[in-house]
């Protein structure tokens, strides 16, 4: 059966994951300022009487984009710049693991 994800929903995954590394990152010595991210989805545009302005846009899966006319497959990019809510602050994401520098040898 054929899965559909609206591109709001393709787009609040990418707000949770970012929430989520944000989240494990807190308090780390090494963190990583966001900045622009860029998405690029192949959708379909479907009308939808339940849609305010009547279309829906889905994103679709390679394996389904093929089974799709070409006439009905649109390319969209979308670059979000993430801002801490309430500021014009990048969030900081980071990761729990310090990780190590051993292997790694060093010339002296």
Same mark, same amino acid.
């Given at each position: 059966?054929?899965?559909? &994800?609206?591109? #709001?929903?393709?787009?609040?995954?990418?707000?949770? !994951?970012? =929430?989520? #590394? #944000?989240?494990?990152?807190?308090?780390?010595?090494?963190?990583?300022?966001?900045?622009?991210?860029?998405?690029?989805?192949?959708? !379909?545009?479907?009308?939808?009487?339940?849609?305010?302005?009547?279309?829906?846009?889905? &994103? =679709?899966?390679?394996? =389904?984009?093929?089974?799709?006319?070409?006439?009905? &497959?649109?390319?969209?990019?979308?670059?979000? /710049?993430?801002?801490?809510?309430?500021?014009? @602050? /990048?969030? =900081?994401?980071? /990761?729990?693991?310090?990780?190590?520098?051993?292997?790694?040898?060093? @010339?002296?």
């Amino acid at each position: 059966m054929e899965q559909k &994800v609206e591109l #709001a929903d393709a787009i609040e995954a990418i707000r949770q !994951e970012l =929430l989520d #590394a #944000a989240a494990r990152g807190a308090g780390q010595p090494i963190q990583f300022e966001v900045g622009p991210v860029q998405l690029e989805f192949t959708v !379909e545009l479907k009308k939808d009487a339940r849609a305010k302005g009547g279309v829906k846009a889905w &994103v =679709l899966s390679g394996d =389904l984009e093929a089974g799709v006319a070409h006439g009905r &497959v649109h390319k969209v990019s979308v670059t979000l /710049n993430p801002r801490q809510a309430g500021t014009t @602050d /990048n969030p =900081l994401v980071g /990761n729990p693991d310090q990780g190590s520098a051993d292997g790694f040898a060093v @010339d002296r």
